[in-house]
C-alpha cells in the first residue's frame, strides 16, 4: 500500500496548512480521500498523483466545506461513485456508507468506521493498520467538537485497536495513535474540569467561560472555542453538572446545579 498526501492550497485559521487529500494506492488501484474544496489546481494535482492507477472511488470523511465540495465533480470526471455517509452542503453522495462497510481497491479495502463528534456525520476510513481520520484527530492542533460525548466515545472506540499510523485531514500524519488519541481524551476531561471550574468561580455566560478558560489562546479563535465549551457544556447539562439552555450560544447563561 503506498499513501501519497496532495495538500490543497486552502491554509487558514480553520485548515492549518490546508486540506490534506490522501491518494492511497494498492496494486494499481487507488482511492482518493476529502478532495477537498474546489480549486483547480487542487483536481488537477489529485489527478496527477493519482494517474499511474486506476482510481476505484472517491470517499469523504465529513461534510465541511474544507473537504467535500470536490468529491462529486471529481468522481463524475473519474467515472467512479463519490462514497461518503450523509449529504451535506456542496456533497451528494452516489453511495451511502455505513460502520464497517468497505470500499475495494487492489486488494485492499477502506473500511468505514463511524465517529460523530466533530461533526454528526464524521466517519474515518481504515486501511489495514492505517487510519484517514478526518477532523476527528488532526495532526498539530485541536479539534473543534460538535456534540462532546459522541465525540469522547468515538476516541474511546478506536483506542487500542492496532493502528499504527493516523492521516489526518489537517497537519502532519501521526505514528502514536494510542497516545495521541489517550492525549485528546485526557486534554477534554481537562477541559471539562477546567470549564466546571470556572462556573464554580462565578462564570456565569459561555463567553465569560471561554475568555477564562481559553486566556491563552489567540482571542480570534474564541468563537471556535465557544462552540467546544458549548458541547462540553451541553453534556454537563446531560449529566446533572450545569444548567445551561439547549444549543448554548456565546451569551447562553450557565451557573452550578
Ligand atoms: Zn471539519
Known amino acids: 500500500m503506498n499513501v501519497d498526501l496532495v495538500l490543497a492550497p486552502n491554509p487558514g485559521l480553520f485548515t492549518g496548512p490546508g486540506t490534506n487529500t490522501w ?77 464497517g462497510e468497505g470500499v475495494g481497491f487492489g486488494g485492499l479495502e477502506a473500511v468505514c468506521v463511524t465517529t460523530p463528534g466533530h461533526t454528526p456525520d464524521s466517519v474515518c476510513f481504515r486501511v489495514r493498520d492505517a487510519l484517514f481520520t478526518g477532523d476527528h484527530i488532526m495532526g498539530g492542533s485541536t479539534v473543534v467538537v460538535e456534540e462532546m460525548s459522541d465525540y469522547l466515545e468515538s476516541l474511546r472506540k478506536l483506542h487500542s485497536t492496532g493502528l499504527e499510523t493516523l492521516y489526518p485531514g489537517h497537519g502532519p500524519v501521526i505514528d502514536t495513535p494510542d497516545a495521541t488519541i489517550a492525549g485528546y481524551l485526557s486534554h477534554r476531561l481537562e477541559r471539562e474540569s477546567q470549564i466546571l471550574g470556572a462556573v464554580g468561580r462565578g462564570a456565569g455566560s459561555v463567553g465569560a467561560i471561554v475568555i477564562e478558560v481559553y486566556r491563552d489562546v489567540d482571542p480570534v479563535l474564541h468563537p471556535m472555542a465557544a462552540m467546544s465549551v458549548a458541547a462540553h457544556l451541553e453534556k454537563l447539562s446531560i449529566e446533572g453538572l450545569v444548567e445551561v439552555e439547549a444549543e448554548p450560544t456565546w451569551e447562553s447563561e450557565v451557573r452550578l446545579r
Not at 32 to 58: F, M, Y
Not at 78 to 91: C, E, K, T
Open 23 to 99: 491518494v492511497i494506492t494498492s496494486r494499481g488501484e487507488s482511492v482518493i480521500i476529502d478532495p477537498g474544496p474546489v480549486i483547480e489546481s487542487h483536481l488537477a494535482a489529485i489527478r496527477a498523483t493519482a494517474s499511474s492507477a486506476e482510481v476505484r472511488a472517491v470517499l469523504v470523511t465529513h461534510t465541511h466545506p474544507d473537504h467535500a465540495p470536490a468529491a462529486n465533480g471529481l468522481a463524475e470526471d473519474l467515472g467512479v461513485p463519490a462514497i461518503g455517509s450523509a449529504a451535506g452542503p456542496g456533497f451528494r453522495p452516489d453511495r451511502l456508507i455505513a460502520d
